[in-house]
């Protein structure tokens, strides 16, 4: 089972952004996808995540700013940032909460991080 994830980059504060994460391999199913980030001296936070019935939470951060959503057919999770601040520079984690099919139990994934760079 693999992570991966696109869309960071350098965008002017303002801006707008959009990643998406794809889980990939042989996954009996997903219960969680969502996004974390980790700035330079800072410990990884939660910023968006979903359900696989839809549900969503917000780190207060992001709270009007973010829009989380997922595809479960294509084990996507995607997540739309506007109104970019340079304090959302840090870099995005995809995680998925998942069962693949050589287990019995779920676990956590993650995806291998892409920047996002705010300027200001």
């Known amino acids: 089972v693999q992570l991966q994830a696109s869309g960071g980059g350098l965008v002017q504060a303002g801006g707008s952004l959009r990643l998406s994460c794809t889980a990939s391999?042989?996954?009996?199913?997903?219960?969680?996808m969502g996004w974390y980030r980790q700035a330079p001296g800072k410990q990884r936070e939660l910023v968006a995540g979903?359900?696989?019935?839809?549900?969503?939470n917000y780190a207060d951060s992001v709270k009007g700013r973010g829009d989380i959503s997922r595809d479960n057919a294509k084990n996507t999770v995607y997540l739309q940032m506007n109104s970019l601040k340079p304090e959302d520079t840090a870099v995005y984690y995809c995680?998925?909460?998942?069962?693949?099919?050589?287990?019995?139990?779920?676990?956590?994934?993650w995806g291998q991080g892409t920047q996002v760079t705010v300027s200001s």
């Open positions: 995680n998925a909460n998942l069962i693949p099919y050589s287990a019995t139990y779920s676990n956590n994934y």
């Open positions: 391999g042989r996954i009996f199913s997903i219960s969680f």
């Open positions: 979903i359900t696989s019935g839809g549900s969503t």
